[in-house]
């Protein structure tokens, strides 16, 4: 089915910004691992699994629409610490989101609808999910103190990554 050349457009936009949040939420859990901060670590590799299937989603309605997936990720930025992990992550959510909305509404210019409901469980995922939880995280670090966060981070054994 040939589909609006602005949402196929649009469409890559949000391909690019969901491999770039795949590949820093891969490095970011690597990272944590790496750290023994594995608590932490299994959540943000969770991230990174819920970010593959929402290119996967948008490859595939790009692909149904007659356009070009786009594969090459935008720019990632990786953090030094948890803390900057955290808020990185974060930084990429709310634009995901900003993006996500601007998309949705030109699915509604052009009465795309069944490509805006994909995008509206994309959005639920990002905010309900991904964006609150890091913002979860980074107020639990400021009530309990990094020291202790970190702590309830580690956890014994081999870790699953």
Same mark, same amino acid.
């Given at each position: 089915m040939k589909g609006n050349a602005k949402v196929i457009t649009a469409l890559n936009s949000l391909l690019v910004d969901e491999l770039a949040a795949r590949d820093q939420y891969?490095?970011?859990g690597r990272m944590l691992a790496e750290w023994g901060l594995h608590h932490a670590s299994e959540r *943000?590799?969770?991230e990174m699994e819920d970010e593959t299937q929402h290119a996967a989603d948008l490859i595939s309605r790009i692909l149904f629409l007659e356009?070009?997936?786009k594969m090459?990720?935008?720019k990632i930025t990786v953090g030094k610490d948890l803390p900057? *992990?955290?808020e990185k992550d974060l930084a990429v959510e709310y634009s995901v989101v900003n993006?996500?909305?601007k998309?949705?509404?030109l699915c509604e210019t052009v009465q795309d609808y069944v490509t805006r409901d994909i995008l509206l469980k994309m959005l639920a995922d990002t905010e309900e999910d991904h964006a609150h939880w890091l913002e979860q995280q980074l107020r639990l670090i400021g009530m309990v103190g990094l020291p202790n966060y970190l702590q309830s981070q580690m956890?014994?054994?081999t870790p699953g990554v």
């Amino acid at each position: 089915m040939k589909g609006n050349a602005k949402v196929i457009t649009a469409l890559n936009s949000l391909l690019v910004d969901e491999l770039a949040a795949r590949d820093q939420y891969f490095i970011h859990g690597r990272m944590l691992a790496e750290w023994g901060l594995h608590h932490a670590s299994e959540r *943000i590799l969770h991230e990174m699994e819920d970010e593959t299937q929402h290119a996967a989603d948008l490859i595939s309605r790009i692909l149904f629409l007659e356009g070009t997936p786009k594969m090459t990720p935008s720019k990632i930025t990786v953090g030094k610490d948890l803390p900057d *992990i955290f808020e990185k992550d974060l930084a990429v959510e709310y634009s995901v989101v900003n993006n996500l909305r601007k998309v949705m509404a030109l699915c509604e210019t052009v009465q795309d609808y069944v490509t805006r409901d994909i995008l509206l469980k994309m959005l639920a995922d990002t905010e309900e999910d991904h964006a609150h939880w890091l913002e979860q995280q980074l107020r639990l670090i400021g009530m309990v103190g990094l020291p202790n966060y970190l702590q309830s981070q580690m956890k014994t054994g081999t870790p699953g990554v």
